[in-house]
């Protein structure tokens, strides 16, 4: 199922569904948007929703910004469900100060997506099951 562009951006900029979480547990977040970030090597995810299910806070590393600036993150573990996918066990950054969570390569390389630029649509694609038949 293809969903929308976020037009509020000066671009559209490709959106999916998410829902985070714990590992192990049963608690999770609402539904919300994330930002597909191609160039982010690592998922962001607020500091608020990583306390709201007690994500597991695993270590803490530096982070480099886009203008090169070294800063400290705490990495957390959580499940990620992407458009009804669930991705087990997914290492994010906890943002203490951005509102948006933004799937960084880390998650996006997981996935097979379709960003259809012309429509303004994001698709996460089913992926085919191996075929057994043919020789190796």
């Known amino acids: 199922m293809p969903f929308s562009y976020?037009?509020?951006?000066?671009?559209?900029f490709p959106v999916l569904p998410?829902?985070?979480?714990?590992?192990?547990?049963e608690a999770a977040t609402a539904p919300l948007t994330a930002l597909l970030d191609t160039g982010a090597d690592i998922t962001l995810v607020p500091a608020a929703y990583l306390?709201?299910?007690q994500a597991d806070e695993t270590y803490t590393a530096q982070m480099r910004s886009q203008w090169g600036a070294p800063f400290p993150v705490t990495i957390?573990?959580?499940d990620l469900e992407i458009a009804g996918q669930r991705l087990p066990a997914v290492e994010v950054a906890a943002?203490?100060?951005?509102?948006?969570?933004?799937?960084?390569?880390n998650v996006l390389n997981e996935l097979i997506l379709l960003l259809d630029g012309p429509r303004a649509?994001?698709?996460v694609l089913t992926r085919?099951?191996?075929?057994?038949?043919?020789?190796?």
Do not use: K, M, N, Y
Not at 18 to 25: A, F, S, T
Not at 128 to 136: E, I, K, L, P
């Open 128 to 136: 085919r099951q191996a075929d057994r038949s043919r020789a190796v």
């Open 76 to 78: 957390h573990l959580i």
């Open 18 to 25: 998410v829902v985070i979480h714990q590992v192990e547990g």
């Open 6 to 12: 976020d037009t509020a951006f000066t671009w559209p």
């Open 121 to 123: 649509q994001a698709d």
């Open 51 to 53: 306390r709201a299910i």
């Open 95 to 105: 943002d203490d100060v951005g509102e948006d969570i933004l799937l960084g390569r």
